[in-house]
């Protein structure tokens, strides 16, 4: 093997068609999932804090932004709502009302771009009148089992409204598999599952409770049940069982700290692995900007690229739209 000077690692450097010739990983809007947040009311924009440049959309208002996903090339939008305090119980039954929030949207957007795909997430925090994702005994533990059979019939509502992927986030044993035989039963058997397999116990997800109204309801916290960001290899037990149950895909969240989880996912299993780059990373890109401690576009870029070289199939990002035009 030859050493300098005779190779020089600066040559292939040198230029920025050179740099282009030898890229080993590109970023498209192809890569992008782009999640959504639902409002009741109608012509509502309501901006969310925490997440400057991101807001809640009304009904009437979400078609809009499936057009603008299609036009910009963003093959997907995933959708969260922001159901209203009265509407929130301990049984979480709205999570199962065929013409709730998420319902309405998934039709309006399939309606208004059929050619984008719309993602629904399964867990019901942003129903329960306690901000957890399951069911919970009089004690406040979370129930596994119960909830299960309440996650499968939620699926099958959005499946029923619409929704080409529901995304598993509650992290419930044996709920992937429940959801699969309830769509093959029910014929949707082109409804894909994305499961989020290894989401962690994290504290990046503040501004996404805020979104969602969950923040100040949550009592506790979701450890017993969302993974110890101590552990990997338990991640790929996680991601192990998610797919014999039948997920098509799987995801790792959140996304930049967890891109060893990323790496040794798609190493080890070699399917589509998708990254939520949540929403304290986005919070942080953006008051890194604002506090003028880099350019945003060239952060964002940089990020997305490293998704990508970890293993992604794609990003789950607020920064698709934005992501999208600079990448086009
Ligand atoms: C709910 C859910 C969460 C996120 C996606 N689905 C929050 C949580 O688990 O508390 C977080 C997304 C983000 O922070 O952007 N099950």
Redesign the pocket.
Known sequence: MSSYPVLRMRRLRAHAWSRAMVAEHLVTPADLIW?LFICEGQGMEEPIASLPGVSRWSVDRIGAKAKEARDLGIPCIAL?PNTPGGLRSDDAREALNADNLICRAVRTTKDAAPEVGVLT?V????YTAH?H?GLTDAAGAVLNDDTVKVLAEQALVQAQAGADIV?P???MDGRVGAIRSALEQAGHVNVQIMA?AA?Y??A??????D??G?RGL?KGD?KTY?MDPANADEALREVALDLAEGADSVMV??GLPYLDIVRRVKERFAVPVFA???????AMIEAAAAAGAGDRDALLVETLLAFKRAGCSGV?T?HAPVAARLLS
């Open positions: 999640p969260f997430d867990a019901l925090d942003p901000g994702d995304a986030s509650d992290m989020y989401k116990a994290s990046f997800y503040g501004p996404f409770r979104a969602v969950s949550l979701k969302q969240k959140p939520y780059q949540v929403s304290g990373e986005y789950l607020y």
